[in-house]
C-alpha cells in the first residue's frame, strides 16, 4: 500500500513540476518570438489566400456576365423565328431536339 501511495504522490509531484517547468519555457522571450513568427507567416498566407480569392471571384463575375449575355441572345433569336423556323438560328425547335 504504501507503495502504491509513494507512486501517486512521485507522479503528481513530478506533473506539477512539468506543468511548472512548461509555463516558464512557454512564457520565455525565445517562445514569444516563435510565436511571432509564426503569427506573421499565417497573415503572409492568408494575403496570398485573399488574393487567389479575389481573382477568381473576378473570374466567376465574368463568366456568369458572359453566360448571362449568351442565355439573352438565344432568348431573342428564339423570339424572333416561329415554331417551324428553318433558319438554323438556334430556336426552340432546334433545342428540342437536341435536347431529346
Do not use: W
Request: aromatic content about 4%; some cysteine.
Amino acid at each position: 500500500m504504501k507503495i502504491r501511495y509513494a507512486k501517486e504522490i512521485a507522479l503528481f509531484v513530478g506533473g506539477v513540476a512539468f506543468g511548472t517547468a512548461g509555463v516558464k519555457i512557454l512564457s520565455s522571450q525565445d517562445a514569444k518570438r516563435a510565436y511571432a513568427h509564426t503569427t506573421a507567416a499565417v497573415l503572409r498566407a492568408k494575403e496570398c489566400v485573399m488574393d487567389v480569392v479575389s481573382k477568381i471571384q473576378e473570374n466567376a463575375g465574368d463568366v456568369l456576365a458572359e453566360a448571362k449575355e449568351i442565355n439573352a441572345a438565344r432568348a431573342a433569336a428564339s423570339e424572333e423565328c416561329s415554331d417551324d423556323c428553318e433558319c438554323g438560328c438556334g430556336c426552340d425547335a432546334e433545342a428540342a431536339a437536341a435536347e431529346v
